[in-house]
């Protein structure tokens, strides 16, 4: 069984955040490099710890530790949705439809407006939720082993001994949190 005990001085979430209509444009290089950057800049002003994180076509999911004195996420995705969607745009990136209610609060078409939350409570909670992140992929059909996808902290996991190379693999899905059983 992996060992994810953890220190709990600060507060973490596990995160699903989706672009607008489900575009499929997180995976195009410059978002990619948009979104690293984006989150950098932000952990320069508003500090976080990625403990796991996947990126999909259409929505990223990720496990953040914020520190115990600010525990602001809904700043720290504003913030990073608001610098990728500029940085998105600037190289050439295309938006959805941008709807009169969009338009009204100057906002563009590339997120959904909300994101989803949950603050994990225990070991027991980070482990499922981890499991989710990495198994999601798989989950999508974007590959048929955990190992198989790159844009997720899988590897680093891997890397420290909490998982093996060929965990997560189709024929053999981890138990889940039940909150995400059945959708995201």
Not at 67 to 90: A, N, V
Request: with cysteine; proline share 6%; net charge positive.
């Amino acid at each position: 069984m992996p060992n994810y005990r953890r220190a709990r001085e600060a507060t973490t979430y596990f995160f699903t955040v989706v672009t607008e209509n489900r575009a499929k444009i997180l995976l195009e290089p410059h978002a990619r490099n948009a979104l690293r950057n984006a989150m950098r800049e932000c952990q320069n002003s508003y500090p976080f710890t990625t403990e796991a994180i996947a990126l999909l076509p259409d929505h990223i999911h990720t496990i953040w530790t914020l520190p115990d004195t600010d525990t602001d996420y809904s700043r720290r995705w504003s913030f990073i949705k608001r610098r990728f969607t500029q940085m998105y745009l600037q190289t050439g990136g295309l938006e959805q439809d941008i709807r009169k209610s969009k338009q009204k609060r100057r906002e563009r078409g590339i997120w959904q407006r909300r994101f989803w939350e949950h603050e994990i409570k225990n070991d027991l909670e980070f482990e499922r939720y981890t499991d989710y992140i990495h198994f999601n992929p798989v989950k999508h059909g974007l590959a048929r082993c955990s190992s198989e996808y790159p844009h997720t902290t899988f590897h680093q996991f891997v890397g420290r001994g909490i998982y093996p190379n060929n965990w997560g693999c189709f024929e053999h899905p981890p138990t889940l949190p039940e909150t995400l059983e059945t959708g995201e």
